[in-house]
């Protein structure tokens, strides 16, 4: 589907896997926060693919460790800034090697450039990288994104990995972000 010329942004979980491929988060020594142990232990519990389309290019990704990851790098916040017109960079260097540089062009505008990079063989340690440019709509971005990760914040909460307050102190920067109308 394409708007205004502009390629398709769309993320949103898969259908569980039930597989596990690492341990069950722990904080033995007590250096997490009930809302980062909570968060942690919702994303490997719950884990399951979450695909990203930007055009026509689909990722694959997973909430452990990847999604995780994002949420403990403060995703709200880097939303927030974002809309505020800042560029940001995502990354999912666990399950994939790829990063996306989001720089807003213009009111309506984003420019997300999608950086793969990973070796040429298992023998082989020699980096390759490939690049991808797309033009996407800025609206579409920032509530496809808020969306997504207002909806694994109300899964934390009803699976009682999280409390009330904490969701919502860990959503306040979403809460900056102008409504849909005013962002384009």
Avoid: W
């Amino acid at each position: 589907m394409m708007m205004n010329n502009y390629s398709n942004f769309t993320i949103h979980l898969e259908e569980p896997h039930g597989e596990k491929y690492a341990d069950a988060p722990d904080d033995t020594l007590g250096e997490l926060s009930h809302f980062e142990l909570g968060l942690k232990l919702f994303c490997f519990e719950c884990d399951r693919p979450v695909s990203i389309e930007i055009g026509e290019e689909k990722l694959n990704v997973f909430l452990d460790p990847d999604i995780c990851m994002l949420l403990e790098d403060e995703l709200p916040k880097k939303l927030s800034e974002l809309s505020q017109g800042k560029p940001i960079n995502i990354e999912f260097v666990e399950s994939v090697c790829i990063t996306l540089e989001l720089q807003p062009l213009a009111k309506d505008r984003i420019s997300c450039n999608l950086k793969k990079f990973g070796y040429l063989s298992p023998n082989q340690f020699t980096l390759k990288s490939r690049n991808q440019h797309f033009e996407l709509n800025k609206t579409q971005v920032i509530t496809e994104s808020k969306e997504f990760v207002e909806q694994l914040m109300e899964m934390a909460l009803n699976g009682g990995y999280i409390t009330l307050e904490e969701k919502q102190e860990f959503l306040m920067p979403l809460r900056e972000i102008a409504p849909a109308s005013a962002i384009s």
